[in-house]
């Protein structure tokens, strides 16, 4: 197994489920600052986004979600989504909040107002995004209250509140107390560590 990452980025949440399964795999760091046509990753992932897991077989499996479902039921032992229908479903459900709200519709248009050519063009963008990120914090925090995972048992959807809760710092963005305390647990875990570690982001 192989993944393509680039260091700090949404991929280091499958970085660290590949920790916590401890089977071996190799990591290629991809450089996203280079443009689409040239990039790298380009001819093996189309999409040209990471995480990019290319398997044993030589099959390229891609989006956060489907990585971490897949690594999660070929590796059962490291309990990464609960057996039964409701917590696959639960975990998927804040999985998914996770990356295509937190991420995608919030940091990314902070990403977004970062590439911005002129403050017109940046402001709406980072107005829009802090307040979708601080919606989806303050519903993680709920989500978080009383417990110290997000579905119950350590699952995925753990380690993708994890690197959004990397960039709120880049941003200046303070996290409610449960999420903060979230993160504090998350760094605390050995997989974390060796996949910052492995990154140079410890
Ligand atoms: N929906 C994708 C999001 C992946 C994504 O946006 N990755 C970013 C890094 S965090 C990326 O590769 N960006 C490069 C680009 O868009 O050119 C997933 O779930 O994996």
Known sequence: MKLYYSPGACSLGIHVLLEEIGKPY???QTNLRVPVPDRDL???NPKSKVPTLVRDDETVLTEF???AYWLSTTAPDAKLFPADADGMARTLEALDYVVATIHMTGFGRLFGAMRAKTPEEAEPLKTLGHEIVAR????ADAMLDGRDWLVGPYTAAD???F???MWSGNFGIELPPNVAA???RMKARPAVQAALTQEGLA
């Open 163 to 165: 690197y959004v809760c």
């Open 136 to 139: 989806g914090f303050t519903r």
């Open 159 to 161: 380690s993708a509140l």
């Open 182 to 184: 979230h993160f504090a």
């Open 42 to 44: 380009t001819p093996i």
């Open 26 to 28: 190799d990591l290629v």
């Open 65 to 67: 979600p489907a990585i």
